[in-house]
């Protein structure tokens, strides 16, 4: 399984990013596809995941409301919507990938991509 996430830039506080996921190898019609960063100096966290059977969605607390994940257009696609961007939302994004059940634990997490940079101007 081989994920590429794109889409991050720099952005003032107040504004958006989409990031995409394409995921390759694998069909994907069971697994769940996530979301996660990393800041300086911290710990790789939760975001959002997303159920590629039924939709589910789940999203970490900070970023409800705020972000939306979704199936993508292109095949095997995941984006990740971000509205109301913060300056604590500077981070890299990773994309990963987990056979069911879908949870939002990193260490559940099989499959990563390499992360895209997201940085909020304030």
Known sequence: VQLQASGGGLVQAGG???LTCAASGRTFSSYGLGWFRQAPGKE???VATFGWNDGT???ADPVKGRF???RGNAKNTVYLQMNSLKPEDTAVYYCAA???PLT???DDYDYWG???QVTVSS
């Open 16 to 18: 958006s990013l989409r």
């Open 44 to 46: 790789r966290e939760f």
């Open 57 to 59: 969605t789940w999203y």
């Open 68 to 70: 939306t994940i979704s």
């Open 98 to 100: 987990k056979s069911p």
């Open 104 to 106: 939002t634990l990193i």
């Open 114 to 116: 390499q992360g895209t």
